[in-house]
């Protein structure tokens, strides 16, 4: 058999070509997109809640246990305060 009788056949070439794209797919296959991570809200500086009030350590506790439920997400309190 001749080397160039092989390379010429129809069924050849289309293995080598079909090959060669299956090559690149893998090769180029697209990045995954990351999620873009949340940022803060707010842009006051906070303070550290006072954990010897103890009316402010609870109520960070309940807001952070109800929005949790809500969102079902981690939550951070950024801050405090006495309303009425």
């Known amino acids: 058999m001749d080397f160039v009788y092989i390379i010429t056949r129809p069924g050849i070439i289309m293995l080598i070509v079909l090959a060669i794209a299956i090559i690149y797919a893998l090769y180029f296959k697209p990045e995954k997109k990351l999620e873009k991570e949340e940022t803060q809200v707010s842009k006051l500086a906070t303070t550290p ?6 009316d402010a350590t609870i109520a960070c506790l309940v807001a952070s246990i109800d929005y ?9 309190v950024i801050s405090v305060r006495r309303v009425g």
């Open 49 to 54: 809640l006072d954990l010897n009030d103890e």
């Open 68 to 76: 949790y439920e809500e969102i079902k997400k981690d939550v951070k």
